[in-house]
């Protein structure tokens, strides 16, 4: 089975000026620069490309791209998680309340923690693979369901919404603190998993099987790729990545409360969006993703260092989003026939 969208995002080894601008990273990347020399032009007097200031997004962008790029993936094989929302607080108060209020140790704690964001993305994955209902609505249930859980669990065990957590050393200088330039251990964390999920996609047998997925399921059973462990395993990447994100915010202010995100859902979305991955499947790059996410955060972040009103952030974000939907279907478009053309 072939896949001309799939072959358009894998790296090639020659290099041309006309094959670098087909790439479907490339749309994101040049959204990228543009609205980063955008702040940094209204910004510069007010430190937007101070270390500080360059860490203050940097920092944010770490905590959707970690999630981001397993949603990305999720959404390469035409499926959603809208969960993590409740995932992500789940995590935290797991964490805390196994550390903190129960005083176990760390590793027990991350066990714990991890083994339940798993249990949570392998019900996400058996229940669109078994009843074959849309993973918006599946996840859109498991939402509401972990953060009821979470908000019972946590009054039933603790009395309390809230919870403290005092971390020692290693854990803290690994999940939870600042490093050279400010820079958040999260950081770290978002460019290994950036590296190690760049070569699953466009290096490894998976990554064909990713595209396949997207592109047509049923070709894709039919050519022996097992898709219902694929889906399932993917939820539980989501899941996991979504638990790393909270362990890590956590860690790092020392506590943790029972609040369901849902700005986080969006956020993740829109980066990935923005990153050229396309809503209906089959289309995409780790590369794009990261440099989405990296946008989304410059905006949400960089504001704040302009004389604009902070207000118009969410114009500006939707406004972003718009023109990259319309321009990575251009990118995508340009790669697809690129691609078309060498096999001709």
């Known amino acids: 089975m072939t896949d001309n969208t799939a072959n358009a995002t894998k790296p090639s080894g020659g290099f041309s000026i006309g094959s670098l601008f087909r790439r479907p990273e490339v749309g994101a990347f040049v959204g990228m620069m543009l609205v980063f020399l955008f702040f940094s032009y209204f910004g510069y007097d007010r430190n937007f490309l101070s270390p500080f200031g360059t860490s203050s997004w940097v920092n944010a962008a770490s905590t959707i791209g970690i999630i981001a790029i397993p949603i990305g993936f999720l959404m390469i094989a035409g499926e959603l998680d809208i969960s993590i929302g409740a995932v992500v607080p789940a995590a935290k108060m797991t964490m805390a309340i196994a550390c903190g209020f129960y005083e176990l140790p ?8 991890f083994g339940i964001a798993a249990s949570v993305g392998w019900i996400n994955g058996m229940l669109v693979t078994r009843t074959k209902v849309p993973s918006l609505i599946v996840t859109l249930a498991t939402l509401f369901a972990v953060s009821g859980a979470t908000l019972f669990l946590s009054l039933l065990l603790t009395d309390t919404t809230s919870q403290a957590l005092t971390s020692p050393a290693w854990a803290k200088a690994l999940f939870g603190d600042y490093h050279i330039w400010g820079f958040q251990s ?35 059973r039919n050519a022996g790729i097992p898709t219902d462990k694929l889906k399932i395993g993917l939820f539980m990447l989501a899941s996991m990545a979504a638990a790393l994100s909270g362990v890590c915010e956590t860690v790092l202010s020392n506590s943790a409360t029972t609040t369901t995100n849902f700005a986080l859902i969006f956020n993740t979305i829109i980066a990935v969006v923005v990153g050229g991955v396309l809503l209906t499947g089959g289309f995409g ?18 504001i704040g260092y302009t004389p604009f009103d902070r207000n118009l952030s969410s114009l500006i974000i939707g406004v972003m989003l718009l023109i990259a939907v319309l321009m990575n279907d251009s990118f995508r478009s340009m790669a697809t026939n690129w691609a078309s053309k060498k096999k001709e």
């Open 285 to 302: 790059t780790v590369a794009g993703i990261f440099f989405g996410t990296a946008t989304l955060s410059i905006v949400q972040q960089g």
């Open 106 to 113: 760390i590793l027990a704690g991350l066990l714990i923690t």
């Open 186 to 220: 999260s950081v770290f964390w978002w460019i290994a998993l950036a590296g190690l999920l760049y070569y699953v996609l466009h290096y490894s047998p998976w990554g064909n099987w990713l595209f396949a997925l997207g592109g047509d399921q049923d070709s894709a």
